[in-house]
T-cell receptor, first 118, second 114 residues
Framework: NAGVTQTPKFRVLKTGQSMTLLCAQD?????MYWYRQDPGMGLRLIHY???????AKGEVPDGYNVSRLKKQNFLLGLESAAPSQTSVYFCASSYYLPGTGKRNTEAFFGQGTRLTVV | DAKTTQPPSMDCAEGRAANLPCNHS???????VYWYRQIHSQGPQYIIH???NNETNEMASLIITEDRKSSTLILPHATLRDTAVYYC???????????????FGSGTRLQVQP
């Protein structure tokens, strides 16, 4: 049980290049999230997904796209990278157990992807 | 989700209790108080959460005032490994609201001193 795994861990991009960050979770969680964290600041939500095939915008979605084709994977894409997207990106997942009355208690985070755009 | 206010930094001596305050004066009745921490740029880690009763687990205790406008996270015997940024987050706990993600502020940077 690896939890939440992010790849790659580090990446340097040139302005205008594109890339995809992969988040994989093996906990069968319904919900997945992408956050970014800039130096000295808290995490800000980019996009999230409440289930396979569904995505929604978070607080700072511009310049990013996401896809959730498989329940265990949540991809974050940068179509044309900009220096303002230099940040540490965190993926998270959380669960919901329908019919049990249990509520989402905690989110599990990956170890982050450090992206530099030059 | 209600906003929270935390001191930017705190120090604590190793072995002593660390008491981290959080103000959430606009909290509504169906909102929970969550605490996460982030150790040296790792992914945030869940600590504890509560609605109105005090809660305790193997990591910490959460004390919520009777009016629910503030809370305190208590690490009973702080160690050097507890040095981290601690985030107090208020959010709705029920899953049908459509608002599920956590909103992080700047948190409190706790430095445990040897």
């Amino acid at each position: 049980n690896a939890g939440v795994t992010q790849t790659p861990k580090f990446r340097v991009l040139k302005t205008g290049q594109s890339m995809t960050l992969l988040c994989a979770q093996d906990m069968n969680h319904e919900y997945m999230y992408w956050y970014r964290q800039d130096p000295g600041m808290g995490l800000r939500l980019i996009h999230y997904s409440v289930g396979e095939g569904t995505t929604a915008k978070g607080e700072v979605p511009d310049g990013y796209n996401v896809s959730r084709l498989k329940k265990q994977n949540f991809l974050l894409g940068l179509e044309s990278a900009a220096p303002s997207q230099t940040s540490v990106y965190f993926c998270a997942s959380s669960y919901y157990l329908p019919g049990t009355g249990k509520r989402n208690t905690e989110a599990f985070f990956g170890q982050g992807t450090r992206l530099t755009v030059v | 989700d209600a906003k929270t206010t935390q001191p930017p930094s705190m120090d604590c001596a190793e072995g002593r209790a660390a008491n981290l305050p959080c103000n959430h004066s606009t909290i509504s009745g169906n909102e929970y108080v969550y605490w996460y921490r982030q150790i040296h740029s790792q992914g945030p880690q869940y600590i504890i959460h509560g609605l109105k009763n005090n809660e305790t687990n193997e990591m910490a205790s959460l004390i919520i005032t009777e009016d629910r406008k503030s809370s305190t996270l208590i690490l009973p015997h702080a160690t050097l490994r507890d040095t981290a940024v601690y985030y107090c987050i208020v959010r709705v706990g029920v899953m049908d609201t459509g608002r599920r993600a956590l909103t992080f502020g700047s948190g409190t940077r706790l430095q445990v001193q040897p």
